[in-house]
């Protein structure tokens, strides 16, 4: 949706900045969700989704300018807020799902004794 906008938009396509970094926080939510799943470590995983929902805020931010210099309608902004809005939801979601089970995985591993060690048969 932002690059539709932004392609939509002459005047959005020839203010650089702001069309560089309104491209650039939309494709690092996505990015950031992908190289925090691979690196196979919840905790690293949690770290990359907040910068993830970082970016999201970051986008909406960006695309208040947008309405406000004219560049697009005010429908477009509000497609694009409702978008990152649900997104930045469903990655906190995902945090809080992460969180969780982390606790519990604890909770658990200290609620099981160490089995001991089965004597040598001989």
Avoid at 67 to 88: H, L, M, R
Avoid at 92 to 119: A, M, V, W
């Amino acid at each position: 949706m932002v690059y539709t906008a932004i392609r939509n938009s002459e005047r959005f396509q020839h203010d650089y900045r702001l069309r560089d970094q309104s491209t650039g926080a939309a494709v690092s939510v996505m990015g950031n969700i992908s190289e925090g799943f691979v690196r196979r470590s919840n905790k690293e995983f949690i770290k990359f989704l907040f910068i993830a929902v970082s970016f999201a805020a970051e986008l909406l931010s960006h695309m208040y300018v947008a309405p406000n210099q004219n560049y697009i309608a005010q429908s477009a902004f509000g497609d694009i807020y409702k978008q990152a809005e649900k997104t930045s939801r469903m990655v906190s979601g995902l945090i809080t799902c992460l969180r969780n089970n982390e606790r519990r995985y604890q909770q658990e591993k200290q609620k099981k004794p160490e089995k001991p060690n089965k004597p040598e048969k001989r």
